[in-house]
Structure formats: C-alpha cells, structure tokens
C-alpha cells in the first residue's frame, strides 16, 4: 500500500512514491508518556514561539516533549527546519534548506537566559549546502551563549560534517561542555538507515574532539529495535570506547509514519537494563539507557552524574599514583 501524503504539507518528499512500511506493532506498556499541558510547559512554547526558535522536541515528534517542556527543557535546533539528508528514522523536514539567520546564535542565547537553563543541549540539522556544514553558526552560537548566560553548562549535539575539512576543528575550539554525535544504529543497518552517512567516519570524529581537546566531554547514542543483533551493539560499544567517549546512550527507535523505517522490535526494560551494565562495564563514565531515551532527555542531571564520575576516577587515579 503507498499512503498519499498531501504535497502541501509533505515533510519528506524522497519517501513519497515509496510503499509503506509495516505499521509498528501496538506499543508495549512500559512506552508510557505525560500528555503535555502543565503551565510550564505552555511557558516553553511561548518562549520557543516568541522568539521564532525551532526545537527537536517538536521537529523529531519526540514523546518526552511533555515532561521536558514541563521542566523548561528545551533542545535548540538551529540552522533553519529543513534537513539535506535523508535518515529512514527522522521526522525532521528534508530538503533545500534556507539561508542561515545570523541573528539566530544570540536569540538561543536569549532563551537560555530567559529559560534560566543550567545545561543546554543545541542541535542542528545537517547543511551540507553549505561549505562549513555550519560549524561557524554552531561555534557562534556556543559563544553567544557563553556570554550571555555564562552559567550554563553547552551541549552540542552535532551532524557529521562529512566532507567539510576544518568544521570539526571550528566547533571543538569553541569549548562546548559535551561534544554529542550520534551513531544512530549499528554499521549493518547503515545503508538502510542512515545511508549519507559513514560509521566508521563518525567514531573517527569522536576520536578527534578527543585528540583535540580532553576536557571535553564526547557523547554518542544509538536507537534499537531497527533490526540489530546483540553482539552488534556490543561491538559498537567498543568501537565508541576505543574513540575514548564517556557517554552512551541507548533508547527505543519509534516509527513517526509509514514512509519510515518499521519497528523490528520493542526492546524491552530488561534488556536495556542489561545494555546498561555492559556499557558501564566497558568504562563509559556515563550511560542513560531505556525505552524513552534520547539524546537529550535528562541531559542537565546525566552531564552533572559524569562530571561526578570522571572527578572520581581522577581522583583514584591521583591516589594510585
Ligand atoms: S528528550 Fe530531548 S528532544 Fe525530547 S523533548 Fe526532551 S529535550 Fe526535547
């Protein structure tokens, strides 16, 4: 069967003339979410509205957007609506993206103050339109951050700058907290997930904020229930430890339409659980993993707990010594 999607308001023209997938099966108990609605919550979208902003929460259709939003947590997305590429995952709108807003780095900084945020996630879509990937709009807004909220503690939750020489390097200069790049799923699964992107491209990026500067903090993620086997996962753990990154975090792939990639599966507690204590085990400082994990969801408390761990681990180090 193809579904019809109305040209007007179609997100993802490239999926349009594909046959749909198989519906997700019915969604298991514990995928369980707060309906938004609290006045806080209306206050975050008053923010976000009033000041033109765009939100992954919104964007990606993620279920957390009513207990965040509760709590004033908001993740940024910056350099316009559109996404250049085509993940089999993402809601986010694909194609020809417009012009960057310069004004953009300072009204995010803005909303941060306003928000009172201690820790804030900034994300973007990919630009590969553009000749930096957008690493000089990122690093600005790190920096406008930076000054006008200086008590806020910077994620930066970035694309993969494949093919863009010197973004990396842009981006890691202007000393975000936590460096986040996602791997998304197991290198299997590439071709039909993720297919713009390269995995073995994506632990070498990682690796290079390392080399670039240690203090940083480097951050990764992947969804399940796209079709990957156990050992896979495990692998793709120590392909992340051997890039040195100190946070994992692993959640439940939910399908946003039929155009998108099925379900395979539904993951359950247990087994997210389980992949906790592997990768605890493997010597990430950090790990959120379950069912409504995702990237950004808890990341203020999570950046305080791996704080909290690498002081101790240095700390046992000093005292070894
Ligand atoms: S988990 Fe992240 S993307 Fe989802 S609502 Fe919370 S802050 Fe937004």
Not at 60 to 73: F, L, Q, T, V
Not at 134 to 142: L, P, Q, Y
Not at 163 to 175: C, D, I, N, Q, S
Not at 253 to 272: A, C, D, G, N, S
Request: charged share 25%.
């Amino acid at each position: 069967m193809v579904t019809v999607l109305d040209q007007r308001t179609m997100r993802h023209p490239e999926k349009a003339h594909r046959p749909d997938s198989a519906r997700a099966p019915k969604k298991p108990d514990w995928i369980r979410v707060r309906a938004p609605g609290s006045p806080v919550y209306q206050e975050t979208m008053d923010l976000v509205r009033s000041k033109s902003l765009v939100t992954v929460c919104e964007e990606a259709g993620c279920p957390n957007i009513g207990e965040c939003w509760s709590k004033k947590h908001a993740t940024f997305m910056i350099m316009g609506d559109t996404c250049t590429r085509a993940c089999a995952f993402c809601n986010v709108r694909t194609g020809r993206p417009e012009a960057l807003d310069a004004a953009e780095p300072q009204k995010v900084a803005d909303a941060v103050a306003t928000l009172g945020l201690e820790h804030v996630v900034v994300t973007s879509v990919d630009r590969d339109d553009l000749a930096d990937g957008g690493a000089n709009h990122m690093a600005d807004t790190i920096r406008a951050i930076r000054a006008t909220a200086p008590g806020a503690t910077i994620e930066v939750l970035t694309p993969d700058f494949l093919r863009k020489p010197g973004a990396l390097e842009t981006v890691v200069h202007a000393k975000p907290d936590v460096f986040n790049h996602n791997l998304e799923t197991v290198p299997s699964n590439y071709l039909r997930v993720r297919p713009g992107a390269r995995y073995y491209h994506s632990i070498r990026l990682l690796d290079r904020v390392k080399m670039l500067n240690p203090e940083i903090f480097t951050k990764s993620g992947i969804m399940v229930g796209l079709g990957e086997q156990r050992n896979e996962v495990l692998q793709l753990m120590d392909d992340l430890r051997s890039a040195d990154v100190d946070f994992l975090t692993i959640g439940q792939y939910l399908q946003p339409t039929r155009k998108h990639h099925p379900v395979i599966e539904y993951v359950t507690p247990k087994e997210f659980g389980a992949y906790k204590t592997i990768a605890f085990a493997k010597g990430f400082l950090m790990v959120a993993s379950s069912p409504l994990t995702r990237s950004s969801y808890h990341a203020g408390d999570d950046f305080a707990k791996m704080r909290q761990a690498r002081a101790s681990k240095l700390s046992r180090v000093a005292e070894a010594d």
